[in-house]
């Protein structure tokens, strides 16, 4: 070792001369976070301590004596700071493994560090981890003869660390088990009972936009309760802003209106209101598939076969198979009576064509040739045809639905 004059502040022995060193390596040396001093003979100049003082007092890892950590038995979510977080570990070793991983620090002069981790079940509640660190500590103990600190020490540290499960029940399971809700959907229809295809679908609806507010985070997110009434459909949501956008998802799939209508119902520790919002969803009277004649005394261009009543009523008029829209005012639901529905089609022979507007078919309760409207979607080479016979006569439906 090259002959200096500083010496390790704590034993005595000589040590290279950091700051004339550094200059030597043209800066090269790394700036360590500690094990150095002032050399009292130079001022301005510092000192590390020699490599035996310096690993003395090493601690390569900082470990807790013990992890406590709380998990929600019902979901697995884990408590960390001052929330639930959902990890999506497979079992409690795997919440320990990150736990521990979060709780252990590595001294700052360690470079190259690689550990291992082998966790041993003790009980049901208890994990013991076994963690094995190694690493290299660079120490300026020799000068090479460019000059340069030269000098590597490896270190390994084995900690174990135990890990205490506590299970308790998070925030969002206790409000599902004491079946908490802010907020209903109330699913009707105008003038009709919702048919059992909307129910289904709104049930589908309102679970799919639950899990994908789940999917970003929304841990207050869920169904707390579905019913089926006489009239309808009623969701229970657990907040106020889930059952606003399920009501709307309805109506964009359905077509209709909501209002809503608030309810005081408690008051918070701040002394604000806490409201629960009634969310009530009216669908249109007629659905897709739906057959109308509409009331209005003007209108003689036959009955229409509803294709969708979202936004205003649009179909299909049954005599020339022109489209129809309902005007801005008449919405989705303008004045009408219901003839049928489109299930309600039979097959029917086909007679003849008699001209570009007329076409003879069997009718199928008498079964004598009759003249109807030939509809723009009628196949003159069809030897059938779906055909609804209502009050308003009997019409050709097209077979594309």
């Not at 598939?289 to 261009?301: K, Q, S, Y």
Request: aromatic share 6%; glycine share 8%; proline share 6%.
């Amino acid at each position: 070792m090259t002959d200096s004059r500083a010496f390790c502040p704590r034993c005595g022995d000589p040590v290279p001369e950091r700051a004339a060193s550094d200059e030597r390596a043209g800066g090269h040396a790394a700036e360590r976070a500690g094990g150095h001093a002032a050399d009292p003979l130079r001022p301005g100049a510092e000192v590390d301590l020699c490599d035996a003082c310096y690993f003395e007092d090493f601690e390569f890892v900082d470990a807790p004596d013990r992890i406590d950590v709380r998990v929600c038995a019902q979901c697995g979510a884990v408590y960390r700071g001052n929330r639930w977080v959902d990890v999506g570990a497979d079992d409690y070793t795997d919440v320990a493994i990150d736990e521990v991983s979060e709780a252990l620090s590595v001294h700052v002069d360690v470079e190259d560090v690689a550990w291992q981790v082998e966790p041993e079940q003790i009980d049901p509640n208890t994990i013991r981890m076994h963690c094995y660190f190694t690493g290299v500590v660079e120490r300026p103990s020799e000068v090479d003869a460019a000059g340069d600190l030269a000098g590597a020490t490896p270190v390994e540290e084995q900690v174990t660390v135990p890990v205490r499960i506590a299970r308790q029940t998070c925030t969002r399971c206790g409000r599902i088990a004491g079946d908490y809700y802010a907020s209903i959907v109330q699913i009707r229809a105008e003038d009709r009972t919702p048919t059992a295809e909307e129910v289904e679908r709104a049930k589908t609806i309102a679970n799919r936009v639950v899990a994908e507010m789940e999917a970003t985070g929304d841990r207050n997110a869920f169904v707390t309760e579905t019913t089926e009434t006489a009239d309808g459909l009623d969701i229970k949501l657990s907040t106020n802003k889930i059952g606003k956008k399920i009501a709307n998802k309805m109506v964009e799939e359905f077509g209709g209106t909501v209002t809503d209508a608030e309810t005081l119902v408690t008051e918070d520790e701040d002394g604000n209101g806490v409201y629960r919002v009634t969310f009530a969803v009216r669908l249109p009277p007629y659905t897709p598939g739906d057959v109308i004649a509409l009331e209005d005394d003007a209108d003689t261009d036959g009955p229409i076969l509803v294709r969708s009543a979202r936004g205003n009523l649009k179909g299909t008029r049954l005599t020339t198979g022109d489209r129809y829209e309902a005007s801005y005012e008449e919405g989705n639901s303008p004045p009408a009576r219901k003839l049928g529905e489109r299930e309600d089609a039979v097959e029917t022979t086909v007679v003849t064509v008699e001209d570009d507007r007329a076409v003879q078919v069997l009718d199928p309760e008498t079964y004598r040739a009759k003249t109807v409207a030939r509809p723009d979607y009628f196949d003159p080479d069809a030897d059938t045809v779906p055909v609804l016979k209502s009050r308003a006569g009997l019409h050709i439906l097209p077979d594309d639905e």
